[in-house]
């Protein structure tokens, strides 16, 4: 009987995460090569330049938000562009320093208070949509405050956008990794989104997975009305997302890497990250306690259960659980050239598991704690959940 469940033990902790990682090697769309960016496949300029306006929802970014507005101001673009930024509310001088730029094409606005059942970010860009309905944009460009974009990023976005009608145009920015926390965390975060949403499979029209990065968005604004504007997803604390799978129900999406939106924000600290994680970790799973359990048993299978085989157990099952780690690790290695880390962090990737596994368990307990959705010091998961039942 031991020598049964010794056997069933190497099955289960042996081949069952090697089974995973190949599937996650061989068919989840080739999603670690990091195929899809803005620099492959750029379209040719279109022949007449859409108007667009940028929305940008600012709630306490006064230590970036010059630097932000300065880059949307310094776009070369060939059409009419305007920036709207909505001062969410801010204590810290946000607003006045975004007003010193003193352009004509910026126009600051104050943000009405929160009504229920609405996130403070979808509010603030509903805000900024009403103000741009008096100019008649035909696309919105959706940046955060803290995301300074290279002067050509808007004629690329849009050249993208024009090229077969896409109601939507999202980039996923690069994060600032400078940092001891930041190198051991952030390209994960990127592998592990691009796990969740294939990017390739995202730009299929055919396939039905959307998703987009919320730090860049254009909207293209007939398709955005069609699907009902930003109240359709007012509640949403994963509202990038939820925004692509409106938009993609209204016509072909597009989500890829990029160089030309970058970061403003870093994240000295573990705990910094661990925040920007668990603010929406449990907000994914549908604030589920079963499908947290699962994702947490899953979670051990992939990225605990090769390193304990390889380490500790013998003969076959120890060769599947190295065979396993040397996948995951290989698999790690565009992201980490693409932020030019040393490649030894791909060994690190079963820990990097462990600590995102922590602040998926964190999100939940927050959540719990009725702070879920915590963002500019509101907590927003537990009233939005209490708004969509009434």
Known sequence: MTDDWVTIAGI?????PLAIWLYLL???????QLNERDTRGEPPAPARWPSVVAVVPARNEADVIQHSIA?????????????????????????????ALASDRLTVIGGAPRPPGWTGKLWAMKQGCDHAAGISPEFLWFTDADIAHSPDNLSRLVARAQSGDKALVSLMARLSCRTAAEHFLVP??????????????VNDPARPIAAAAGGCMLARKSALDAAGGIEAIRHNIIDDCALARAMKAQ???????????VS?????????????????????????????????????????????TALFAWEIPQLAGWTAWIIMALMFQPILRFYRLSPLWGIALPLIGIFYAGFTFDS????????GGMW????????????EKA
């Not at 289960?12 to 069952?16: M, S």
């Not at 994960?188 to 499979?201: N, Q, R, S, T």
């Open 12 to 16: 289960v902790f042996g081949f069952l």
């Open 26 to 32: 061989l068919g989840r769309d080739w999603f670690w």
């Open 71 to 99: 880059s949307l101001l310094a776009q070369e673009y060939g059409g009419d562009l305007r920036v709207i930024l909505v001062d969410d509310q801010s204590d810290d001088g946000t607003g006045d320093l975004a007003r």
């Open 188 to 201: 994960a975060f990127v592998f592990f989104f691009e796990m969740l949403f294939p990017f390739g499979a």
């Open 251 to 261: 016509g072909p999406i597009w989500l890829g890497l990029t160089d030309r939106a």
């Open 264 to 308: 403003l924000r870093p994240y000295e600290r573990l705990s910094e990250i661990r925040h920007m994680v668990s603010r929406s970790a449990y907000a994914q799973l549908d604030f589920s306690p079963l499908l947290l359990i699962g994702t947490l048993l899953g979670l051990g299978v992939v990225y605990v259960a090769p390193v304990m």
């Open 364 to 371: 939940a307990l927050q959540h719990w704690l009725g702070r």
């Open 376 to 387: 500019k010091g509101r907590a927003q998961a537990m009233e939005n959940i209490r708004s």
